[in-house]
C-alpha cells in the first residue's frame, strides 16, 4: 500500500510537463521532479539553484548539490549567474518548492516556527526559495497537510506568494499545491481553493487541517486518479538508487 | 616564491579572533580540514560567513568559535537540519545575519567588485522587512531596484581540487558561490587535495579559479573536504552527514564527537588515517569529469 | 526539435530594419559571415552594438546598414583606425553612443540581469561629463557610485566553434563580453563552425556558453569568423586586416571590395570558394587547445 | 641606427619590473612590456583587457586579442571580470597606456583630434584606457613628442590624469612618460616635469615641442643610458616575429 507521502510524489510529479524547465527545491519536489523525467516528461529540463542546468542524475540526487546532479548536466554555472541570467529574468517556467507552512495567498515560509527573533523551531531558511518563487512563470508547492501548516497566517513569510485580494497579473506567483489531501489552486482574487481531492479524503477533512477556509473551486470536486502500479514501480526503483538509510 | 605551508601556519597566520570568515565550497569542496585545524586553534569571537552553511559550520558552531553567522541557507544537504546551529540560534547564542541566496551572492559580487552595494530583482519578504534592504532608484528609468550592502570577508578558506606552488586554484565541478567569496575577501588562504610544482598546470587554463597573486597560502591536503566530496576525486561521505543528525541532537554528543574526530587527533593526516585507508579507498571516485579535464 | 536553419532564412527571420543587433565576438569569433549576409540582404537603419566594432562593422557601416553605434573601441586591431567609420563618424553620417569598455560591459549585464541599470567604479571623463552618467547614493555608506543604463539589443549574432542541433553554443579561447551581450538581448541566433547531433557534445558540459533553449536558430558556417579567427581551429587573416585600412580609404575602394567579395557572391559558401581551399588550408591551426578540449 | 621609436620603447621597457602585473595597452605599450618580459622581467605578469592574464605570447601579439596571447596564458576570464575582480580593485600594479594627446596634468587623449561633434580626426576612443588610467595602481604613458600631442589642454579628456593642482593621493594616476625627448615624472602638485633627456635631445626641445612648459625636476637634467646592443637585438627579434608588412 503506498504511503500518503507517494501519493503526493506521484501527484506533483503529474503536472509537469515535457520540456519545461523547472527549478527543483530541496526534498519532494526533487524527488517528484525527478520521477516525471523517468514518466511523462522525459525531457525535462532540470535546473537546481546549485547553478546546475538540465541535469540528467543517474540516481535520485541526495541534495541540490549531488555530484550525480553534476555529472551529465548540461552546464554547471555559477549561482549568481544562474539567479539573474535565468531565474530573475524569466526563464524559468516552474518553480517546484517545498514548505513549513502556508496561508491562503501562498506565501511560504521556510525560516522559522514561533517568533524570528526567539523561534520555538529554527528552519533552514530561504536558500534560494524567496527567488524562486517570484521568479518564475509559476510555481508549484507540495506539502503535507494539517493545521500546523496551513495556518491562517505564516508565522514567517519567506517567499511571497500572491498579494492580497488579487493573483499577480503577470501570472507568476502559486499556481497549484499538492498535499496529502489533494490539488490546490487559486483564484482570481489570489485565494486558495480545492481543486481535486485524494482518493479517500473529503472537504471537510480538508476544512478540519486547515486554519482558513478553502472553498472548492469546482462542483462536485473530482478525485485525483489513484498513482498507477508503473508511477510506483518507477519511484521504487527511483529510491532504489539511494544510499543505504536515507529518506527518499 | 612559495607559497605552500603546514596548515597549522597557514591557519595561524591567516586568522585571528574576532575576524570575519568565509569558509567556501559549495555542496563540494567544502574546506573540513581547514575547518577542523580552527577547532583546534580554539579560535574565538569569529563571524562566519557562508551562503550555505552545512555540517563543518554546525561543528564550528558547536566548538564556539562564532558569535555570528551570515547566511542564507542552513541546512544538512539532503539530510535535514543543523542541530548545533539550530540551538545556538533557538536559544540566542548566536547573531545571525540573513538573507536569500541571490541577496547573499549579491554581497559578495558587490564585495569583489569593490563597490558598496550590489542591485538585484527582488520582492520584499519578512527578511527585508526585519533587516531592511532600501531600494535605489534608477536614474535611467525611475523604477526603484532592490539593493544589498557588500560583503567583504577578511578571509576566505577554500579547498580546490587542485593548485600550484604559486597559490594558483584549480577547480572543477560546481562553481556554487566560491569564486566570489574568494575575491570578495582581503585575504584567500587554500587546501587543495594535491600541489604541483610552479608552472606544471597551466594548460588546465580553463579551469583556473584564482590566480596565484591573490592567495596568500596554500596547503596541500588530500581528502581535505571528507565527508563533503570534490568532483572527479571521491564523493560524498553520506554516512557521516547522516549520523552527525542522531549523534548531534545533544551538545554532549557534539563535544563527543569534536574530541574523538578533531580535538583528539593532532592533524588531519591523523584524522585520515584513524578513518582508514580502506575506507577512504571506499569513497574514491571510479572514473569520471576529473580525470578526463586532467587528460586534456 | 531542430534549430538549424539555413543562414539566409536565419538572418531574414531575425533581423528587420530599425533593430538594434549585437555582433558579438572578441577579436575572434566575429561573426563575419552572419554579418555579410546581412549586406546582402541590405538591411538598414539598424543600431549596431559592440564593444569592440572592427572589420566588420567597418564594412557594415560601409555598406549603409547602421544609423547609430553604440561602442567602447572602434580599431582595427593591432593595424590602425577603421575608414569607413571614420568617414562616417567625422562627416556626422552615424550617431555614436559612446562608452568605455568597463561602462559598455556593465550596460550588457544589466541587460542580461534584467535590471535598469548597473553600478560601477568609475571617474568622469570627457564622455561621461557630455553623454551623462549619473549616480546613485549608497543607501549603507552614503556613497556616490556611478551607473549605467542597461543595454537590451533586439538581437545578438554570434558564431562559436561547436553547436548542437538544439542551439546549445560551446565556445573556447578568450570569452570577452560575447556571453553577456547574448544573454542582454532578447533573441539570440548564431553561426557555428560545426553543428553537432542532439546530445552529442554534453560531455564539453564546461565549455557551453550558451543553452540551447535561449537560442532560436543555428547554421553550421565553417569558418564563419574569417577572417577573424576562431581559438583552436584557424588563425586570423592578418593580411586582409591589414589590406582593408589601404582599400578602404575611399567610398569607391570600400564600395568595390563589397561588390567583389559580399554583394557580388551568393553566399558565404561562394565567399570560401572564392578564397580557395588552399588559402583557407594555411590558416588551419595546426594542434591547440581546441583538439585537446575535444579529446577530453 | 636605432629609431627614435625604438628608443622610446627601450626607455619604456626599462620601468617594469619584475614580477609586476602590467595592464597592456596597444601600441607601443605592447611591444616595451613584451620586450621587458624578454629583458630585466622575465616574470613580469602580463594582463590585457581582453581578459587574459599572465599572457606568455610566443610572438609579439598584433593585437590585445591575438590568439597567441591566449595559448600559454594563466587565464582567460570574461572581460567584465577582469575590469571589475582585478582592475577597479587595486591588483594591477602598472597601467600602460598610449595615447593621441597629454596634458601638463597628464590627461589623456585617445578619442578625437578637435570637437567632439565635429571631429577632425576620429579616433578609436577609450576602450579600457579610462578604466586603466583610473585603475592601476599607477600608469606609464608613452608617446611620440611633438606640439600636437602636448597641447596646453587635450581636446577630449579619455582618460582623466591628475586632478588640479594637486597629484592624487592613494599614489594612482600618471607616473612616468615617455617620449621621443625624454621621461618625465610628476611634482606634488601634479604637473609634469623632466626627469631625463633622451641622447641627442635638449631641454630647449622639450619646451619647444610642448604646448605647455615642463620644468625639469632635477638639475642638472641626466640623459637617459643609450639602448644596449643586447636591447636592440631583442628588440629585433620581438619584431622578426609578425607576420611581414605589420608594423611592430
Redesign the interface.
Known sequence: MPSARDWMIVAAARLLENQQRVLVGVGIPNIAANLAKRLQAPDLVLVYESGVIDARPARLPLSIGDGTLVDAALAVIPMSELFSHYLATGWIDVGFLGAAQIDASGNLNSTVIGDYQHPRVRLAGSGGAAEIATGAKKTIIVMEHSRDRFPAKVDFITSPGHPPGRRRADGRGPWRVVTSLGLFGFDDSGRMGVMALMPGHTQEEVLDLSGFRIPALVDPLPVLPEPSAQELQILQDLRATLPGGTQG | MSKQQELADLIRESIQDHMTVYMAG???LIPFAAGHEMIRQNLRHLTLCR??PDLLYDQMIAAGLADRLA?????N???G??PA??HA??S?LLALD?????EM??R??AG????????????????SR?RGR?R??????G?D?A?V??LNPDVAVLHVQMADDEG?LYV??????I??AA?ASRVIVATAEKVHPADSL??L????MI?G??VKGVTEVPFGAHPS?A?GLY??D??LY?EWTQLAKTDEGRQAWLDDWVRGVPSHAAYLAKLGENYLDALKTRE??FN??L??
Open positions: 559549495f555542496s563540494h551562503a550555505t547566511f542564507s541557507y542552513a541546512g544537504p539532503g539530510v537540519l543543523l546551529f539550530r540560534a533557538e540566542g540573513e538573507y536569500t541566496h541571490a551572492i549579491c559578495l559580487e569583489a567588485a569593490g563597490l558598496p552595494f550590489w542591485p538585484l530583482a527582488a520582492e520584499d519578504n519578512d527578511l526585519l532600501p535605489v532608484a534608477c536614474p535611467f528609468t523604477q531596484v539593493v550592502p557588500a594558483n572543477w565541478g560546481l562553481p556554487g558561490d569564486k566570489e575575491l597551466r594548460h587554463r580553463d579551469y583556473l590566480p597573486f591573490r566530496y568532483t564523493e560524498r553520506t554516512r547522516q569520471g569529469g578526463r579535464a587528460s586534456s
